[in-house]
Nanobody, 121 residues
Framework: QVQLVESGGDLVQPGGSLRLSCAAS????????MGWYHQAPGQQRVMVATISNAGTPKYAGSVKGRFTISRDITSGTVFLQMNNLKVEDTGVYYCHAERDVMVAGTGPDIWGQGTQVTVSS
């Protein structure tokens, strides 16, 4: 099991952009679906974007066309490019890894500690 360490959160104006990074490990990409989750103040944590071990991305409807998830296999880093940010995007963003049971068997999900994004005028 490895740690996930997020970075890149900041204060930004509506319409601005940020790129979040999740430091994972290269070997994780073979057996985990990696993802980003958003937790607004006082709200439930929800999925924003995922990328499977095959490299297939999926997005929540609220961010499709604005956010892009990607990975750098060499460095073991997962990115979330966030464009045209809205006030409702404010909150803590968590990196997440879900084990692929068919590939590697059962194991616990892994969560990072989160990075704060604040979108405000």
């Amino acid at each position: 099991q490895v740690q996930l360490v997020e970075s890149g959160g900041d204060l930004v104006q509506p319409g601005g952009s940020l790129r979040l990074s999740c430091a994972a490990s290269r070997r994780m990409f073979d057996i985990y679906t990696m993802g980003w989750y958003h937790q607004a103040p006082g709200q439930q944590r929800v999925m924003v974007a995922t990328i499977s071990n095959a490299g297939t991305p999926k997005y929540a409807g609220s961010v499709k066309g604005r956010f892009t998830i990607s990975r750098d296999i060499t460095s073991g880093t997962v990115f979330l490019q966030m464009n045209n940010l809205k006030v409702e995007d404010t909150g803590v963003y968590y990196c997440h890894a879900e084990r692929d049971v068919m590939v590697a068997g059962t194991g616990p999900d892994i969560w990072g500690q989160g990075t704060q994004v604040t979108v405000s005028s």
